[in-house]
């Protein structure tokens, strides 16, 4: 016997003897935190994990991605969701016999960390920044991502979380930059990357256009002062209303845009004359009296003139502006039917004003405030509305002021409103391969699937140009060089690259900013002089490129990379549907024209009791160590693998954590703790004796059969990744293990001696342990450890010394007796009834009963006709195929339902209900589902049937 946990000596509740343990004691206490410490060390000191690795070596790999955490942030209790289902399946699949490398990462770049050094450092805003320096900046930067990675690490040891955290991959290094600088050439060489002037989501406060899959991510349900405003034609003496949720852009107002193709009407109130949307006059003008003069087609208002709003655009800009324009995106679902344009803060407003050759203004600078061309200077565009409405109804020109409730962007990190706003930005060509985009979403399998045929599939049939440049300082730095004099530009592709071409490149260069922007060469054109454009790229490229940048493909490690492609399997919160999901995707596609990954579980994100999103500022976020070091690991693993589908919404509070320990980890520690108390007793070493299946009583193979029907089960579920399936399947086999099989063996453990049945009863209860223990160990790693541990690894020198190590599971077929199960299924079913039937006539279960009758189509063996008569206190239980000697039916009529189907013939239908046959009515109810009644044809919920036990 080797590495006992113990030695002592119990004392037998029999006879008081002393005896030496046989296995470790367990303690009965719901107290597991404790004991997981002492579990986590182990695997530790032993290496377990990377012995689950090396194990493998020349077996087949299966390949999970971790989506990169900030390090610079505190983990939440969603992270627990996330980290026990990513821990699940490379677990499953490592005893499984896949070889799993779980390689960590950590995402570095980005808007995030930079938020975060300005508030240390007490700057705000590119200005600041480039007043305290870029370089001092990014080396704060650099300090700032690795502020909680003792907490992060802490936290995914106390999850159970395996991962190699020893040589992670990092965004920031040069290796990782180098391996996207090569995917940004390679899309470069496509033709797919391009410099562009266009209209984009812009945050004033960050200063730098963001991504449609950034945006998509911010959207904040907002009530706003809307704008219906008067536009006095020149060429008569009437209005055009025109509609806009954005009033700060009325200022930079130089056209407006009708349909075509719709019907607008010219209307009288009350002596003014009007232009809108025929369809929309009801709607605008609701609490008024109107006289419609004539209607015309869209097209008719073509460049017709208006007088401008303001005059803070120049009279040459003036003398080729404000007029009406034509274009099918104007829809009359809501505002006039009329919509003013303004070419700098919106997507079709540009295109709009480019197809009519319109000017170009914009009133509006890159900090979101309001030019000094306006009268609202240096005020921030959310905040001139009110005052801009105020000005326009003092001069008469605002019709109405509607509040308008709509989901409106912000900045997914720093939270201020987007504005839409053209800059010069560098774009990925995505809409080029939206085609490959939708093929290669087809081949995964997105858990739910609604998500990809839904959220994603729509995302993809809608795709934009990627935004890829960001005008920030700590990012990977946009591999492009431009000349100073003939505009050349050149993408490079490496390091080397770069030093072949320039002759200032040190020897050590940092891939960031200001380092590499100091790095020149010569124009290969005109001898000018080729410098870094100044954009850094958006963060989620880093992210998106890990597969093959973690790698630092294709400098290096080719073959794991060509090996660990795409990934088997990923898991992150549905918010990563736009962002981590998409980004892995598009790259994949873009360099590789394949998925990146084949499986992948959305999980819905954690709420608190009451199904509120948690936050700090409501009081009801949940400290994710707090709720560990309560509840322990195993018990909030398990809460998030059962308590619903990972992919819907998760209530997560005490209550709920506490039930599934006490259901689930108690019942199967108690069993556990039930045996070795009984085999230290008898002294009982299992692995001194062998299972014989033959000699076994039909309890135990009944505990087999359904030991083995679980082993099938389970695997099948995991191996098609339905968590919450698996789990129920375990809770309920232990609970049956628990509450039926022991407590209807307990004489068997009890009894003197050690007589075969004894020794049956030991074995089957240890290999149903043991087995379980295997099989629930990719989700309860600790106490699966525990209970192997005890049992098996400090017994058997030829096993595994961690579960973690040991072959998942393979149910014997021959073990898996249907019929038996079957059998067994309505014994129980039985048992059920008739304790409820006990309480229904207030007879407590000691109080025995001479008969019981059962309608059963299936007659069971005499062995279960025994177990009923002794779990129900009957001295006789007799099957019949008919109760109705027992039991009398009556009908009544459903009113409700039953009056809309026969209406006037009520009563006559209620006088033929009343004179059923019950019984045999009842029979062809349940039959066929329907009851024919003269000429109706009735169904159950057009029914009420009484039940009465007769005498």
Partial sequence: MRDKFANGENRSPNNGSSVTLVYEKVETNLN???REKAVADFWRENQIAKKAVDQREGCESYTFYDGPPTANGKPHIGHVLTRVIKDLFPRYASMKGKKVLRKAGWDTHGLPVELEVEKEIGINGKEQIEQYGIEPFIKKCRESVWRYKAMWEEFSDV????ADMEDPYITYENDYIESIWWALKKIWEADLLYQGHK??????RCGTPLSSHEVAQGYKDLKERSAIV???SVDADEYYLAWTTTPWTLPSNLGLCVNPNVDYARVEVDGTRYILARDLVATVFKDSEVKILDTFKGKDLEFKKYEPLYDFATLEIQSKAYFITCDDYVTTEDGTGIVHIAPAFGEDDNRVCKKYSMPFVQFVDSKGQMTSETKWAGVFVKDADP???RDLKESEKLFAAPIFEHSYPHCWRCETPLIYYARESWFIKMTAVREKLLENNAKINWIPKTIGTGRFGDWLEHVQDWGISRNRYWGTPLNIWQCDKCGHQHAVGSIAELKSLSKNCPENLELHRPYVDEVTFECEKCHGTMKRVPEVIDCWFDSGAMPFAQWHYPFENRDIFDSHFPANFISEAIDQTRGWF?????????LFGTNSFENVIVLGHVQDADGQKMSKSKGNAVDPMDALRKHGADAIRWYFYENSAPYLPNRFHDGAVQEGQRKF????????????LYANIDAFDATKYSLEYDKLSVMDRWCLS???????????DLSNYRVTEAAKTIQEFVDELSNWYVRRSRSRFWAKGMEQDKINAYMTLYTALVTTAKVAAPMIPFMTESIYRNLVASHDESAPISVHLCDYPIPNEKWIDPELESEMDLVLKIVVLGRSARNTANIKNRQPVQNIYVASEKILPEFFVEIVEDELNVKHLEFKKDLGEFIKYTFKPNFRTLGKKVGKKMKEVQAAIKNLNGAESKEILDRTGELKIGEFILTPEDLEILIEQTE
């Fill in 32 to 34: 597991f935190a404790s």
């Fill in 159 to 162: 999850v159970g979380f395996w």
């Fill in 199 to 204: 209209v984009v989501p812009y945050c004033p």
């Fill in 230 to 232: 008067k536009f006095k």
């Fill in 387 to 389: 005052l801009i409405l």
């Fill in 582 to 590: 998409y980004s892995l995707h598009a790259i994949s596609t873009l």
């Fill in 665 to 676: 980890l108690g019942t199967l520690w108690n069993t556990y703790a039930f045996f070795v």
């Fill in 706 to 716: 359904k030991l083995e029907t679980m082993v099938k089960k389970v695997d099948s």
